[in-house]
């Protein structure tokens, strides 16, 4: 089946723009996270979406950075007046939201502010 | 102090030797364990699941234990192929009913020809 899948794969953008990375999980996946990465770098975590409970938003590293999931499937992860410091790669996966669950990762957006 | 630590290394080991990685956890809460394998460039992907038993898949073996809490990862007779940044995973209660996922920084394996 499906996995999970991230558009767009590549981003170039200029300081100060605003860009929206979009993840479409696994169907089924209650459970949605983002990730970043930076190059060399470890995963950080961003956010964290479970069915209908609050977001964990404590991964956010700033308020220019926000994330929605509508229907409880796709998500869509926004940041508003970009920084050079925001290029990364951006990782989205889901699961099953249950604790023995594999976590899918999609390809990754690669997001390069100029 | 971070919730999963692991060993950054790199590991540079030569082909067909034998390595170990270990991650310690600090929840006591956590509820299961994996083992991811992430590629240059490339997303993480499941390598396997750690279970209080100990379980073996091919070259790859992996342990829990819970008292000291630490988990570890085994390659026998290391390939090139396993050259990657292996990363240790835990999953635990966050709350009402929910769980999450939290990653160790990985530890970077380089197996030399």
């Known amino acids: 089946g499906a996995g999970v899948s991230q558009s767009p794969s590549n981003k170039v953008t200029e300081k100060g723009k605003d860009v929206e990375l979009r993840c479409d999980p696994i169907s089924g996946h209650t459970a949605l996270y983002w990730y970043r990465q930076s190059l060399g770098q470890g995963l950080e975590f961003l956010i964290y979406f479970q069915g209908n409970s609050a977001p964990d938003k404590s991964g956010l590293p700033s308020d220019r950075f926000s994330a929605e999931r509508t229907g409880g499937s796709v998500s869509t992860l926004t940041i508003q007046r970009t920084q050079q410091e925001d290029s990364a790669v951006y990782l989205c996966a889901s699961s099953l939201g249950s604790p023995r669950e594999t976590q899918y990762f999609g390809p990754g957006t690669r997001l390069l502010v100029l | 102090r971070k919730e999963v630590e692991q060993d950054p290394g790199p590991f540079n080991v030569p082909e067909g030797a034998t390595v170990a990685f270990n991650c310690t956890y600090s929840n006591s809460a956590s509820q299961s364990f994996f083992w991811y394998r992430q590629d240059c460039r490339k997303e993480p992907k499941l390598l396997m699941s750690?279970?209080?038993?100990?379980n073996e898949d091919g070259r790859f073996t992996a342990q829990l234990n819970r008292a000291s809490q630490y988990i570890s990862l085994l390659i026998r007779d290391s390939k090139l192929s396993d050259s990657a940044t292996y990363l240790c995973?835990?999953?635990?209660?966050w709350g009402s009913g929910t769980y999450k996922y939290i990653f160790g920084t990985g530890t970077r394996l380089k197996v030399l020809a």
């Open positions: 995973v835990v999953n635990r209660g």
């Open positions: 750690v279970y209080s038993s100990g």
